[in-house]
């Protein structure tokens, strides 16, 4: 359990790791601006770092797990600049994007050599780091490897409720059924904190526990507990499409995916738009077809719910059957008297949605604290430069709605947060639950929290503040 000191998170913008060296060198000249960086950053927190994320670029100009004297001496340079308790974690990634406190968003490739890290310092939280392997997970053992909460890590006045925070960070091959299954099982074990997280699609990931290492085709993760303030915002905007309907004939399918697993589908065999009796399948024909005649992207997903407070589910359309007649849908949430709409991705509403989740997340945590310290942003790789038109879309929403606090973030090959709903509206406190999900943002943002610090807390503060007086008058 760390208590010294105050709470702080910065971001180091990617254009402060920008180098354009021969290709020969390259890896070498990256690991060996990347210590420098850290030592300037440290040098804006008070009192230290405990806590880091770490996303370079892959491809070109990644660095290498070739076992260069360049990547050991970077390695021995970030050992001597963190502090022994600090951990992190961290993977490469085609694409990251940041918002440095000041700075501006900045996003990059891997044709560039990019790299946006954030470091934090979070007193009176108990932080633990985790991997999991490939055998691991397939043998269903990944829970076991997840760290449980430990009470005897926290002080007297902390909060010993559970974890707060999981973040989670896997390689692409790890997208199976039993994924699926760990995480129903964390948010099982674990059913009040907030996970995120995603897939990259490099081997490499990065953790930082009493030294640096990098591990490949392995889960990283780290927890987070004690006084964290935290809220996770999950964006996949929708404009709706066609009339808003009612369920009133459905039946629940299941076929054998690729995993040679059971999956859930549903039939829409037919609803009810105004008094009128349609077709299932009718009913997304017509949607498809304005879809196809539209200039905008060509995605579309049925949106069903009981309760439209919660927003809509958002289901996958597999396609139109004969037998039984009606429209194929990826779930098994379906019910007679439900409400089904029509919704497609739209760059315009997203952008909407991605600022007004972020408002949401200052309004969520308000009750605790008003300061926002930080984020952490997972988006999918889909929602950059083809779908808004532009880059450095999502980062720039941030930095005008956060004021430009740090953020660091990569371009993910699925997400995983809450349950993304189309139509949720903006002041929801509602949060399904974790999933794997395509075409989102996912914010992680942590706040300051507001708590009376305990005794010891403020003995080391005050403690550190006579130290460096006194090296001052020297």
Same mark, same amino acid.
């Given at each position: 359990?760390?208590?010294?000191?105050?709470?702080?998170?910065?971001?180091?913008? =990617?254009?402060?790791?920008?180098? +354009?060296?021969?290709?020969?060198?390259?890896?070498?000249? &990256?690991?060996?601006?990347?210590?420098?960086?850290?030592?300037?950053?440290?040098?804006?927190?008070?009192?230290?770092?405990? =806590?880091?994320?770490?996303?370079?670029?892959?491809?070109? $100009?990644?660095?290498?797990?070739?076992?260069?004297?360049?990547?050991?001496?970077?390695?021995?340079?970030?050992?001597?600049?963190?502090?022994?308790?600090?951990?992190?974690?961290?993977?490469?990634?085609?694409?990251?994007?940041?918002?440095?406190?000041?700075?501006?968003?900045?996003?990059? +490739?891997?044709?560039? %050599?990019?790299?946006?890290?954030?470091?934090?310092?979070?007193?009176?939280?108990?932080?633990?780091?985790?991997?999991?392997?490939?055998?691991?997970?397939?043998?269903?053992?990944? #829970?076991?490897? =997840?760290?449980?909460?430990?009470?005897? @890590?926290?002080?007297?006045?902390?909060?010993?409720?559970?974890?707060?925070?999981?973040?989670?960070?896997?390689?692409?091959?790890?997208? +199976?059924?039993? $994924?699926?299954?760990? #995480?129903?099982?964390?948010?099982?074990?674990?059913?009040?904190?907030?996970?995120?997280?995603?897939?990259?699609?490099? %081997? %490499?990931?990065?953790?930082?526990?009493?030294?640096?290492?990098? %591990?490949?085709?392995?889960?990283?993760?780290?927890?987070?507990?004690?006084?964290?303030?935290?809220?996770?915002?999950? @964006?996949?905007?929708?404009?709706?499409?066609?009339?808003?309907?009612?369920?009133?004939?459905?039946?629940?399918?299941?076929?054998?995916?690729?995993?040679?697993?059971?999956?859930?589908?549903?039939?829409?065999?037919?609803?009810?738009?105004?008094?009128?009796?349609?077709?299932?399948?009718?009913?997304?024909?017509?949607?498809?077809?304005?879809?196809?005649? @539209?200039?905008?992207?060509?995605?579309?997903?049925?949106?069903? +719910?009981?309760?439209?407070?919660?927003? !809509?589910?958002?289901?996958?359309?597999?396609?139109?059957?004969?037998?039984?007649?009606?429209?194929?849908?990826?779930?098994?949430?379906?019910?007679?008297?439900?409400?089904?709409?029509?919704? =497609?991705?739209?760059?315009?509403?997203?952008?909407?949605?991605?600022?007004?989740?972020?408002?949401?997340?200052?309004?969520?945590? @308000?009750?605790?604290?008003?300061?926002?310290?930080?984020?952490? #942003?997972?988006?999918?790789?889909?929602?950059?430069?083809?779908? !808004?038109?532009?880059?450095?879309?999502?980062?720039?929403? $941030?930095?005008?709605?956060?004021?430009?606090?740090?953020?660091?973030?990569?371009?993910?090959?699925?997400?995983?947060?809450?349950?993304?709903?189309?139509?949720?509206?903006?002041?929801?406190?509602?949060?399904?639950?974790?999933?794997?999900?395509?075409?989102?943002?996912?914010?992680?943002? &942590? $706040?300051?929290?507001?708590?009376?610090?305990?005794?010891?807390?403020?003995?080391?503060?005050?403690?550190?503040?006579?130290?460096?007086?006194?090296?001052?008058?020297?």
């Amino acid at each position: 359990m760390d208590s010294d000191g105050r709470t702080t998170f910065k971001s180091l913008p =990617t254009s402060q790791l920008r180098r +354009t060296p021969p290709p020969a060198d390259h890896n070498d000249m &990256f690991w060996q601006a990347f210590p420098k960086c850290i030592l300037e950053t440290q040098r804006t927190i008070t009192p230290r770092i405990n =806590t880091m994320f770490l996303f370079p670029t892959m491809g070109r $100009f990644a660095p290498s797990l070739k076992a260069s004297d360049a990547h050991f001496q970077t390695k021995e340079a970030i050992e001597k600049i963190l502090t022994p308790d600090c951990v992190g974690i961290g993977c490469a990634s085609p694409e990251v994007t940041s918002v440095g406190r000041g700075k501006g968003p900045m996003s990059g +490739t891997w044709a560039e %050599t990019l790299c946006t890290v954030s470091f934090a310092n979070f007193p009176e939280c108990t932080r633990k780091v985790f991997k999991v392997d490939a055998k691991a997970m397939e043998e269903n053992r990944a #829970l076991d490897e =997840t760290p449980l909460f430990n009470l005897d @890590s926290l002080g007297d006045g902390m909060d010993k409720e559970d974890w707060k925070v999981i973040v989670i960070l896997a390689p692409a091959d790890f997208q +199976t059924g039993a $994924f699926e299954k760990y #995480l129903a099982d964390l948010e099982k074990r674990h059913p009040k904190a907030e996970i995120i997280g995603g897939f990259h699609s490099g %081997t %490499t990931g990065y953790y930082i526990d009493e030294g640096m290492f990098t %591990t490949p085709r392995a889960l990283v993760g780290m927890c987070i507990g004690g006084n964290v303030v935290y809220s996770s915002q999950i @964006s996949r905007a929708c404009k709706p499409m066609g009339e808003l309907a009612e369920v009133t004939q459905c039946e629940t399918l299941s076929r054998t995916g690729n995993s040679g697993e059971e999956e859930d589908e549903a039939c829409l065999i037919e609803v009810k738009v105004g008094d009128k009796l349609v077709q299932g399948s009718q009913y997304i024909q017509e949607s498809y077809t304005k879809l196809m005649d @539209s200039n905008g992207p060509k995605m579309m997903f049925c949106g069903l +719910t009981d309760d439209e407070e919660k927003g !809509y589910e958002c289901a996958n359309i597999f396609g139109l059957s004969k037998q039984p007649p009606g429209a194929i849908l990826g779930t098994n949430n379906i019910k007679n008297g439900m409400k089904a709409q029509v919704f =497609t991705l739209d760059p315009v509403s997203s952008k909407l949605d991605v600022a007004a989740r972020l408002e949401g997340a200052k309004r969520v945590a @308000s009750k605790h604290s008003s300061i926002v310290l930080g984020s952490l #942003l997972i988006t999918c790789g889909g929602r950059s430069m083809g779908f !808004y038109g532009e880059e450095g879309v999502e980062a720039g929403i $941030f930095h005008e709605q956060l004021g430009g606090v740090g953020m660091s973030g990569f371009f993910s090959g699925g997400e995983i947060g809450p349950d993304a709903r189309a139509a949720l509206p903006y002041d929801s406190e509602f949060r399904g639950r974790t999933k794997l999900q395509g075409f989102t943002s996912v914010f992680g943002v &942590f $706040f300051v929290p507001q708590y009376k610090p305990t005794w010891t807390a403020l003995t080391e503060i005050f403690t550190q503040r006579y130290h460096k007086m006194e090296q001052k008058k020297k």
